[in-house]
């Protein structure tokens, strides 16, 4: 079974190997207009960002995971 390189974040399909970091925690500064309070920050290469909520970054990491193989692991990932 082949895994896309393709990822839908926020109704965008993004190369996953466009994402250069998946934040751990929601974002939070305190501005009382911010409209990304709560949400998490997937960092793209050329200094953009895509925002959503626990279960997007859950799946995007998911995806880089399988994508990438575990790097705990002797084995590849499944390129078939």
């Known amino acids: 079974m082949s895994q896309s390189p393709l990822i839908v974040i926020d109704d965008k399909h993004v190369p996953l190997y466009r994402i250069v970091w998946v934040s751990e925690v929601p974002h939070f500064c305190g501005e009382d207009d911010c409209t990304r309070e709560g949400e998490y920050e997937i960092r793209l290469d050329v200094d953009d960002s895509l925002w959503t909520n626990a ?16 790097p705990g692991s002797d084995e590849g990932p499944d390129w078939s």
């Open 55 to 70: 279960s997007g970054r859950d799946q995007v990491i998911a995806a880089l995971a399988a994508w990438c193989g575990d």
